[in-house]
C-alpha cells in the first residue's frame, strides 16, 4: 500500500473554488446527506476463496471466480478484502480480477454491494450481459487522501478499475439514504464501464455523499445501457454506442457518440455536449465467458462502422469465439521467448494479474492475433525494451493491458507496424483494423519511467478504443519530475485512416499528440499540457511558446476532431505561456469541432488553436475559453 499524494492539484482547486453545494446542485438539484462513514480500510482481510474450478485452465492466484451458488456472505467478504487491500494501492503492484459465472447474486434482503478500487477488473462470465446479475451495487466513492482517510476527499485521482458485462440491479437497502437510490461510479482516467446494463436506479458519476461532491475527471462508457445517469461533477466523460434514459449536465466536455437517448449539443458551450448521432468505426473489447460445461472462451466482438446502440440489445454480438485452449494463458514471470514461441505458433495471448518485466519484444506478427490482459496486467519495460510490437498486419487486437516505462530510454513502448513499411493491399482492412481497447501507458508514478515516444501507430485503418497516454504528475517519491521521467510525444499516428474513439493523453514534454497520417478521426480528446516545465526557455520552439497538446502535421490534407480539451496548470514556473492548446494545417479538409482550453491555476494558453480562440490564465482559471469549429 503507497502513501496517498496531494495530487490533480489545480483540479483540487477548482473543486473546492466552485464549492461541494454548487455541484450538488448542478447535478441533482437537490441537498446532500451527511456522508456515512466509510468501510474502514483497516479491515482484517479474509482468504480469497474460489468457486469449484469451470475449467482446468489456471487463471492465476489473482483471479477470484464466483459461483452463484456461494452464500452471499462470503462472496461479500472476499470482495471487501480485495477491496481494502486495493482501495489506497494507487501506485502499488497489487492486481486483481473478480469474475462472476452466470448466475444471480445478491437478495432483495441481501444484497451484494461493494467497492472497487485500483487495478481491479469485475467482470460477468456469461455471453450475454443478462446471463450475470448483481442485485446490489458496484461502487467508486471519492477517495480520502488526508488526516488518515478522513479529509480532502476527491475522485481525480480515481484510475484504473474495470467493471463489465453484467447486469447491475441497483439495490441500496441498508445504506444511508443518500446513497440508498444511485450505484455512485465517482472515477477518472483509465477505467471503462463496457457491457453493463445498469437497471432499478441512478448511475451516479460523481459521489456527493463522500464531503459532497468534487470533481472527477475523465471516465468512459461503451456498449452499455442505463436510465438516469448524473454526470454532476465529471469534467470530462465520452459515452459511446450506448443507451441512455437521461443525463444531466456537464462541466467541460462531454462527447456523445452513437448513443441513443444522447443530449442535443444544440448551442454548444451551453450545454457543452458533442453528439455524433453514429461512431464512424467501433470494435467492441472482447471478453473471457463460460460456456454450459463450464470451459473458458473469448469472444471477439467484429468491427463495425458507422454504427449506434449497443451490440447485444438485438441478440448476441456479432464475431468470433476462441477457446482459451487456443491461447497461451502468461503469468508474471514467464519468459517472454515461450510468449513469442507460443505467438508463432498461432496462439492467441491471456496475461493473467499481476505485472511483466519485459526485457524483450513480444512481437505480434500474425493477423487477428488477440493479447487480451485480465485485471490491469501491467507490463514494464527493461533495459530500454519496447514491451510490444505489432507487425503490419490486419485485425490484431491489443485489450486491457498497461504499459510502463522502465529506468532506461525506451524509444517506444507500444508500436503498431513499422516505420515506412508496407502497408498495402493484404496489410490492412477496413472492416478489420487492428484495434487498442482499455490499453494504458505511464511513464512514471510507481518508479522512474523513460520513453521517446509511448504508441506509435504506423499502420493503417488502425483503431483507439479507448486510452490514457500518461506522463505523471505524481506518484511515489522519487518517480516523477521534468529530468526524472521523461517522455517526448504520448501518441505519434503516422498511418492513414486511423480513428480514436476516447483520446486521453497528458503531461508530455513536447507534443502530446502528433498526427501525421491522412484522414485521421479522433472523437473526444483530453489533455493536460505539462505541470513542470522549469522555465519558459526549457518549454519552447521554433518561436512558439510551449507545445501544443495536439498537433496536426502540417502537410495533412484531412483530419477531424470533435470534442477535444487541453489544459494548463504549470505549477512549478506559473509564468508559463504555452501559444496553442491546438495546432493544425489552415486547409478546408482539416475540420475540429467544440475545442476548449482552461487554466487550472498556474499558466498560460494564448489561444485556443492556431491564433483562434480567447486566452485562458489565472484571470479566469477555471473559465473555458470555446471554439465551436474550426476553420
Given amino acids: 500500500m503507497t502513501t496517498p499524494y496531494p495530487a490533480r492539484t489545480g483540479r483540487l482547486r477548482l473543486a473546492a473554488a466552485l464549492g461541494a453545494a454548487t455541484l450538488l446542485a448542478m447535478a441533482t438539484g437537490t441537498t446532500a446527506l451527511a456522508a456515512p462513514p466509510l468501510d474502514p480500510a483497516a479491515t482484517t482481510p479474509v482468504a480469497t476463496k474460489k468457486a469449484p474450478p469451470s475449467s482446468a485452465t489456471d487463471l492465476g492466484p ?6 452463484p451458488s456461494m452464500p452471499v456472505s462470503e462472496i461479500q467478504a472476499t470482495v471487501d478484502a480485495v477491496n481494502a487491500r486495493q482501495v489506497d494501492n494507487e501506485m502499488g503492484t497489487g492486481r486483481a480480477a473478480l469474475l462472476f459465472l452466470p448466475g444471480t447474486y445478491g437478495t432483495d434482503a441481501e444484497p451484494l454491494q461493494f467497492r472497487v478500487g485500483y487495478y481491479t477488473e469485475v467482470a460477468g462470465l456469461g455471453a450475454s450481459p443478462s446471463d450475470v446479475v448483481i442485485n446490489g451495487k458496484i461502487e467508486v466513492y471519492n477517495r480520502c487522501l488526508d488526516d488518515n482517510g478522513t479529509t480532502n476527499c476527491i475522485a481525480l485521482n480515481n484510475f484504473w478499475r474495470t467493471l463489465s458485462n453484467l447486469t447491475l440491479e441497483v439495490n441500496g437497502a441498508g445504506q444511508d439514504g443518500c446513497r440508498a437510490t444511485a450505484n455512485f461510479w465517482a472515477v477518472s482516467q483509465a477505467v471503462s464501464l463496457r457491457r453493463v446494463n445498469v437497471t432499478g436506479g441512478t ?40 443507451e441512455i434514459g437521461s443525463w444531466s449536465n456537464g462541466v467541460w466536455n462531454a462527447v456523445f457518440s452513437g448513443t441513443e437517448g444522447a443530449p442535443s449539443d444544440e448551442g454548444f458551450p451551453t450545454p457543452p455536449y458533442t453528439t455524433l448521432d453514429e461512431t464512424p468505426v467501433s470494435r467492441e473489447k472482447p471478453y473471457l465467458f463460460a460456456d454450459s460445461s463450464g470451459a473458458y472462451s473469448v469472444r471477439v466482438p467484429a468491427a463495425q462502422q458507422d454504427s449506434r446502440g449497443t451490440s447485444w440489445g438485438d441478440g448476441p454480438t456479432a464475431g468470433r469465439t476462441i477457446g482459451l485452449s487456443e491461447f497461451f494463458v502468461a503469468k508474471p514471470g514467464d519468459p517472454v521467448q515461450a510468449i513469442n514461441n507460443a505467438l508463432a505458433r498461432g496462439k492467441h495471448l491471456l496475461l493473467t494479474p499481476g505485472v511483466y518485466d519485459i526485457a524483450q519484444t513480444i512481437a505480434v506478427k500474425r493477423a487477428d492475433t488477440v493479447v487480451l490482459g485480465l485485471g490491469h496486467a501491467t507490463l514494464t519495460a527493461v533495459n530500454g525494451a519496447t514491451p510490444i510490437r505489432v507487425a503490419d498486419v490486419p485485425g490484431v487486437v491489443i485489450a486491457g493491458v498497461t504499459i510502463d516505462g522502465g529506468t532506461v530510454n525506451s524509444p517506444v513502448l507500444l508500436q503498431v507496424g513499422t516505420k515506412n513499411g508496407n502497408n498495402g493491399a493484404g496489410h490492412n482492412d477496413p472492416a478489420n483494423p487492428t484495434t487498442l481497447s482499455d490499453v494504458y501507458f505511464r511513464i512514471g508514478g510507481p518508479h522512474v519511467g523513460k520513453a521517446d515516444i509511448s504508441l506509435e501507430v504506423n499502420s493503417d485503418n488502425v483503431l483507439i478504443d479507448h486510452t490514457w497516454v500518461w506522463r505523471a504528475d505524481h506518484g511515489n517519491a522519487g518517480s516523477f519530475g521534468w529530468d526524472v521521467s521523461t517522455g517526448r510525444n504520448g501518441v505519434v499516428v503516422n498511418g492513414d485512416d486511423v480513428t480514436a474513439t476516447g483520446l486521453f493523453v497528458e503531461h508530455y514534454q513536447q507534443y502530446n499528440v502528433v498526427w501525421n497520417g491522412e484522414n485521421g478521426h479522433t472523437v473526444f480528446f483530453q489533455n493536460e499540457l505539462p505541470y513542470d516545465p522549469p522555465n519558459q526557455a526549457a518549454w519552447q520552439h521554433d518561436g512558439i511558446l510551449g507545445w501544443a497538446g495536439y498537433k496536426v502535421a502540417d502537410g495533412v490534407k484531412k483530419h477531424t476532431l470533435e470534442g477535444g480539451g487541453s489544459y494548463i496548470f504549470t505549477n512549478v514556473d506559473p509564468s508559463i505561456h504555452a501559444s496553442h492548446g491546438f495546432e493544425v494545417p489552415d486547409t478546408p479538409g482539416v475540420v475540429l469541432n467544440h475545442l476548449l482550453t482552461v487554466n487550472l491555476g498556474a499558466g498560460t494558453i494564448d489561444h485556443v488553436v492556431n491564433d483562434t480562440g480567447a486566452p485562458v490564465s489565472n484571470a479566469n482559471t477555471g473559465t473555458p475559453s470555446y471554439v465551436e469549429r474550426y476553420p
Fill in 203 to 242: 448511475l451516479s458519476l460523481m459521489d456527493y455523499c463522500t464531503a459532497g461532491p468534487q470533481y472527477a475527471s475523465g471516465g468512459y462508457l461503451a456498449d452499455s445501457k442505463a436510465g438516469d445517469m448524473v454526470n454532476g461533477s465529471q469534467q470530462q466523460w465520452v459515452t459511446r454506442n450506448s
Fill in 62 to 67: 489473482d483471479v477470484t471466480v464466483f459461483d
